[in-house]
């Protein structure tokens, strides 16, 4: 059974490289380019196990889609990680504080995307 | 090029250009905070996309760039003209970068002088304002690394530690107290305690006794971790990086407390980037050529590596180092050593575990290896569904088999002709144009499809254009408004592209001629600012597009007289030409009313280049200005130029196109109805007389051979205001065909707009009505077409 | 599923989720002698965890997971 994981990137070519990361990793991908994307195809049933998301992205950011998330009655728990950069600490902890389980720093390697994947995923 | 890079490319520009736009926007109101956040958005998307391909320089660049920024941002820094300007060049610079990446797929090291410049200009700008400096990783742990004794430990992990004690490897004891709501921020302790490298024991209990069961709060999270691990104090680290706060993580010791700590003082946190920095000067070294100070070179590189591995406290690399340097020496080349630096500090500067045997393969192939790590990539994913990017060779591709397509279908109607014509059987011949008609529609849609695909908004060109008018504002010591008005307008890609040099060519135009320096507009009552409009509209099927101005204008008498000194016009040409004739000199070749030639429109470029491609792409040009008032170019142009439909006609047993947009009508007279007026054979159709020319003349300069027909065939074309009469052998059926233009040599022949290949093989010259009439035209003007009273 | 809740036992699964520890938590606290059987579990979140651990249930079958097995030692038949 396949994990599903939705990517949240403003950037198509950060989504798609993730995706093709997460894809040959053995997990499904769906993909959303902001976070009112997102959130809708949360909100439609869409119950990924995780959220990959960016946190600077037109319309609705990373971190309000954080919020979001953690209010939606079904992803009290979900694991949300962050795509950020090596100087974006102030932005990771902001983060955390709003639910995010933890962080990448880009660029993301796969060795990255597992390493960090297994630590909140079970079975991975 | 691998997929990756050109998706990086495509995005890059569009990034870049959503860049220079924010720039711009907050150069006209640096409190614009909304233009303020994007342009943060739009730098740290492009520097976080630029770490995905091999391009260091860009990403350095943009690095400093996005914290300039950032500082502007956070309001420790104004938004400055000459910060605009540094951004802006600097910029420049990355999509310098950009394009070299998509040529040649990597970005040359050498490179790193010129971003080091810009990040240097950068950086003095945002004096003052630090970037936003991310603290070691170990600054977290760093207190608590006050090592435990063995004897400390639980009793159930001492025997446990002993054992790996005594093998020698280094251990910590790690508690982890998770937070109470940890649950609601999607963690697992669980999960990450069991996940933990190196974990050699552990247990969990709970941090205060267990309530009752209908008092429990399952999702509060009560428990504590104790485990011991055998990995690297950084590995550590790293894993429990999100959680640092409530892990505590002590090195274990032997019992002896005089004994020699087990675990290796840890070594100091080198930031990547000044290892990447080290080590892109040593490359650049060694991109130096092979010559007596060789030796000295990689010396030096050597002890610059060397300082390197112990400032990471990775000295058990030296041997392989050394061993490297050995084989630099011995071969006069650089590549051992660049093999022990790629393989030693790989993509983030790390070590692989295994750089101790690099002497042994330092193969130049491998070297390649760094830049394929980047798996290959699906098809690109739209943002949303209803976007798909495709590349332009596809496109153009697809769209040269729609080409040929046509013309394949084209042989059914040439076969249909055939059956009936020498085999006489007239039902198959009309089966075979019934599948031809069918086939016909079906092409025709699938072209339209494809055009539709090649549809590009002018957006594409213009919006280069605020970026360029302010450049050239600035140098001109001109204050410009830019007004653009119908960018989602839009029109085959290869025109719009086409388009840009010749539109960029009329705004420097406007800009060095046209509009006026403020002084001389507040003179004249003018607002000190002009306005220079571009503005784009479909009719039917042709695109308008005008460039216009309210700038000085232009004087016609003047023009006249230029042309005259030129020697383009003669006086007698000069005494009939009306004001607006005259202003069409401009676009004569060697025109050029600037009277020294600047550097901004004068470029040895005159308004004739942007005629020439203007018709070349099957449009027109045409110049309005009133003096003092303004300047107006109205450029027209087909929407769309893949199929050509052209009139077959025949002269002397030889075919012919004639391009049907041309062609008004064909008619068949009696060779009494063409008659002799001042040396010219004209026509009288419907009331107008009408020049007719034989096409077997034009052609072949040689006198026509009027067959004693009964009727003749005429084919009347329009040629701008006029029309004329082209005498033919016969005419035959219409074509969609794909002009191809004619190649080297035989492109100087201009009686011919270009060749079709035809449905039978045959290559179908296509007339250029244009050139083949020119004499014509200059004998028997426009007013040839008037009516005359009978 | 990765959790079943029988007669007098549970089986848990594969990974158990957080979003089954309140029903564990429920079931076990309506069947104070209700057994589980961890036999095919490779995980199980902390919230699950918390609960066997406050509810001291007796465990029927320990995981066949030898990580996970041993870990749960503490919890283990007695």
């Known amino acids: 059974m396949g994990r599903t994981i939705l990517v949240v990137d403003d950037s198509a070519v950060m989504r798609s490289s993730l995706k093709a990361n997460l894809e040959m990793q053995g997990f499904q991908v769906r993909m959303a380019a902001d976070g009112t994307e997102a959130l809708a195809q949360l909100k439609n049933g869409f119950k990924p196990d995780l959220v990959l998301t960016d946190i600077h992205m037109p319309g609705m950011d990373g971190l309000t889609l954080i919020r979001e998330i953690r209010k939606l009655p079904g992803f009290r728990f979900v694991p949300i990680l962050v795509l950020t950069t090596e100087s974006q600490q102030a932005k990771r902890e902001e983060a955390r504080r709003l639910g995010a389980t933890g962080w990448l720093v880009k660029p993301v390697s796969g060795v990255d995307l597992v390493n960090t994947i297994r630590k909140v995923l079970p079975d991975t | 090029m691998s997929t990756l890079v050109e998706q990086f490319v495509v995005e890059a520009r569009e990034l870049l250009q959503g860049i220079s736009e924010q720039i711009l926007a907050l150069e006209a109101r640096p409190e614009d905070s909304e233009a303020l956040h994007e342009l943060f958005r739009l730098v740290h998307t492009l520097k976080g996309n630029s770490g995905l391909v091999e391009a260091p320089a860009m990403t350095r660049v943009l690095h400093v760039a996005e914290d300039l920024i950032g500082a502007v941002r956070d309001g420790r820094q104004p938004f400055t003209q000459e910060l605009a300007d540094a951004l802006l060049e600097a910029l420049d610079f990355v999509a310098l970068l950009v394009d070299e990446l998509e040529q040649e797929g990597t970005v040359q090291a050498a490179h790193n002088h010129e971003a080091t410049r810009h990040i240097q200009r950068l950086q003095a700008l945002g004096d003052g304002a630090a970037p936003e400096a991310s603290p070691p990783a170990s600054a977290a742990a760093a207190d608590d690394a006050t090592p435990i004794t063995l004897e400390a430990l639980p009793e159930e992990a001492r025997a446990v530690a002993r054992e790996r004690l005594q093998e020698g490897s280094p251990l910590h004891w790690i508690v982890y107290e998770p937070e109470e709501d940890c649950f609601f921020k999607g963690e697992d302790p669980f999960l990450l305690a069991r996940q933990t490298p190196g974990v050699c024991w552990g247990r969990f209990s709970p941090r205060e006794p267990w309530p009752a069961l209908d008092a429990m709060d399952p999702y509060r999270c009560v428990l504590r971790f104790e485990l011991l691990s055998e990995a690297p104090r950084a590995a550590l680290e790293e894993h429990f990086s999100y959680v640092a706060d409530q892990v505590c993580l002590q090195p274990v010791q032997a019992s002896r407390p005089d004994a020699d700590p087990v675990d290796p003082p840890a070594p100091v946190a080198i930031p990547d980037e000044a290892v990447q920095q080290i080590l892109e000067a040593q490359q650049a070294v060694l991109q130096g050529p092979v010559d007596e100070g060789f030796d000295g070179r990689v010396q030096a590189v050597k002890a610059a590596l060397e300082g390197l591995l112990k400032a990471l406290g990775w000295e058990s690399a030296r041997d392989a180092l050394e061993a490297a340097l050995e084989a630099s020496r011995q071969t006069r080349s650089p590549e051992p050593l660049r093999q022990w630096i790629a393989q030693t500090f790989g993509r983030h500067a790390e070590p692989t575990p295994d750089a101790g045997d690099t002497a ?52 059914l109607a040439y076969l249909a002709g055939k059956v009936q014509r020498d085999y006489e059987l007239p039902e198959l011949s009309r089966e075979i144009k019934m599948h031809f008609a069918a086939l016909h529609r079906i092409a025709e849609e699938l072209q339209d499809a494809v055009m539709q695909v090649r549809m590009l908004p002018f ?161 027109s040009v045409r110049l309005e200005s009133e003096p003092g008032k303004g300047t107006r ?139 083949l009439l020119e004499p014509c035209r200059s004998n028997f003007g426009s007013e040839a077409s008037s009516s005359v009273t009978t | 599923m990765p959790v079943e809740f029988r007669k007098r036992s549970v089986v848990l699964r594969d990974h158990v989720t957080v979003e089954e520890a309140e029903s564990l938590l429920s079931w076990l606290q309506d069947h104070p002698r209700g057994q589980v059987n961890l036999k095919h579990c490779r995980h199980l979140h902390t919230a699950c965890l918390q609960v066997l651990l406050a509810a001291r249930p007796s465990i029927r079958v320990m995981p066949t997971d030898p990580d996970l097995r041993r870990w749960l030692e503490t919890l283990g038949p007695s």
């Open chain 2, 360 to 411: 042994s393969e330092t193969t130049p192939e491998r070297q390649s290896n760094a830049t394929s790590e980047a798996p290959r990539l699906p098809e690109a994913r739209p943002r949303s569904s209803s976007t798909l990017r495709v590349s332009q060779e596809r496109i153009d591709a697809l769209m040269s088999l729609v080409g040929e397509l046509v013309v394949a279908k084209n042989g």
């Open chain 2, 633 to 771: 170019f109205i450029l027209s142009l087909p929407l769309s130029m893949m199929v050509t439909q052209v009139l077959v006609v025949e002269v002397q047993g030889q075919l012919y196109g004639l391009p049907v947009d041309a062609v008004v009508e064909t008619v068949r007279v009696a060779p009494e109805a063409i008659q002799r007026i001042q040396h010219q054979d004209t026509l009288v159709l419907r009331n107008q007389v009408i020049p007719v020319e034989s096409l077997q003349y034009r052609l072949n300069d040689c006198k026509p051979s009027h067959k004693a027909a009964d009727t003749l065939s005429v084919v009347i074309v329009q040629q701008e205001t006029s029309r004329v009469g082209l005498l033919v052998d016969d005419f035959r059926e219409t074509l969609d065909v794909v002009l191809k233009p004619l190649p080297g040599v035989l492109a100087g022949l201009s009686l011919y707009a270009g060749s079709a290949l035809l449905g039978d093989g045959t290559v179908l010259m296509i007339l250029n009505l244009k050139t």
């Open chain 2, 459 to 619: 957006a594409h060109v213009f919006q280069r254009f605020p970026r360029l008018v302010r450049d050239l504002a600035r140098r001109l010591g001109k204050e410009v408004r830019l007004e653009i008005i119908g960018e989602e307008t839009e029109a085959d890609k290869h025109l719009i592209e086409s388009l840009a040099d010749p539109l960029i060519h009329l705004i420097r135009n406007s800009l060095d001629h046209g509009i006026e320096p403020p002084e001389e507009r507040r003179a004249r009552g003018k607002p000190a600012a002009g306005l220079l409009r571009i503005r784009t509209r479909q009719e039917g099927d042709r695109i308008w597009i005008e460039v216009s101005d309210d700038g000085r204008g232009i004087d016609p008498e003047r023009i006249k007289r230029k042309a005259y000194e030129k020697g383009l016009v003669d006086e007698a040409a000069l005494e009939r030409m009306g004001p607006a004739e005259a202003l069409q000199l401009l676009f004569r070749p060697g025109f050029s009313t600037a009277s020294n030639v600047s550097d901004i429109s004068g470029r040895g470029v005159g308004l004739d280049v942007v005629k020439r491609t203007v018709e070349q792409l099957g449009g």
